[in-house]
């Protein structure tokens, strides 16, 4: 078997259709990005988008449980015991078992929402982020940030069922984020273990963390204000392993996304 597989290689049916993360994120047309009235992404049940945003959602969450299955697997088998202590595959082991799970719930909740695999697309960011050559940098880019943002959505939706009647919904991503705290705060001890005597190679595997987490805080998609749709769940990012420090940092690198997208969207209008 290959080890180090690339995005393109990953298997696909017809059903998916692919996109650039960058198209995704990074173009100033999209909405999520700089948009100045970021209130009005909110889900909220009252407004007549709530429910396509929501099975947008949902979709990007069922394809990214699929691309984290597939790299917690690879993380089992691209390092020898040397490169990756053989506890830490267990533990990615383990993982593969949470997500594949994760993905069936995700497909039932698509149904229950009446979404069909493949109606949005797949940008494969999250499996990009678990094609580092460093398992220490896969931890901090998959476990610790998307993970990690997969936090904040989990408990943003599991509100919005609530808010919205909705039972099922929020039973079921109740039930996946408690997976997820404990996914995070195995990268965040195996972080703190494995580099408890190479401070350098720690600093390199944060800067990285924090590289992903202000790119996918998607322009100020999530923070803490009432204006961000997805809230920064403190209380589950601590029991994840999150100090108030880190916490606070990484309010600031959502603080930052959003100046910069708003600096993007008014070069963009002055042109």
């Known amino acids: 078997m290959r080890k180090q597989l ?13 996109t650039s993360i960058m198209d995704q994120v990074m173009d100033p047309r999209n909405q999520m990005i700089g948009q100045r009235d970021l209130g ?38 691209d390092f020898d015991d040397e490169q990756a202590p053989f506890a830490l595959k267990l533990d990615m082991a383990r993982q593969c078992w949470d997500e ?39 931890l901090c880019g998959v476990n610790r940030a998307l993970e990690g943002l997969a936090i904040d959505v989990f408990n943003t939706m599991r509100e919005f069922g609530d808010v919205s009647g909705d039972p099922v919904l929020e039973f079921c991503e109740d039930w996946m984020l408690a997976d997820e705290v404990t996914h995070v705060k195995m990268g965040s001890d195996w972080l703190r273990r494995i580099t408890a005597n190479d401070p350098e190679r720690q600093k390199n595997a944060l800067e990285f963390q924090r590289a992903v987490d202000k790119l996918f805080s998607f322009g100020g998609f999530r923070g803490e204000s009432e204006e ?37 969207q008014q070069a963009a209008a002055g042109q």
């Open 40 to 77: 009005s992404a909110r889900l909220q049940p009252e407004r007549p988008a709530a429910g396509d945003r929501a099975r947008n959602l949902m979709h990007g969450i069922f394809t990214g449980e699929i691309q984290a299955l597939e790299g917690a697997g690879r993380t089992t088998y």
């Open 100 to 138: 594949s799970r994760h993905v069936e719930i995700s497909v039932k909740l698509g149904d229950w929402m009446g979404t069909e695999i493949g109606e949005f697309t797949e940008a494969t960011f999250l499996y990009e982020a678990a094609c580092a050559t460093d398992p220490i940098l896969r």
């Open 228 to 264: 961000n749709p997805v809230h920064l769940a403190r209380n589950f990012r601590a029991l994840a392993g999150f100090s108030d420090d880190e916490i606070e940092d990484l309010v600031e690198a959502s603080a930052e996304a959003y100046a910069e997208a708003q600096a993007m």
């Open 6 to 18: 690339p995005p393109e290689m990953l298997a696909r049916d017809s059903r998916f259709v692919r």
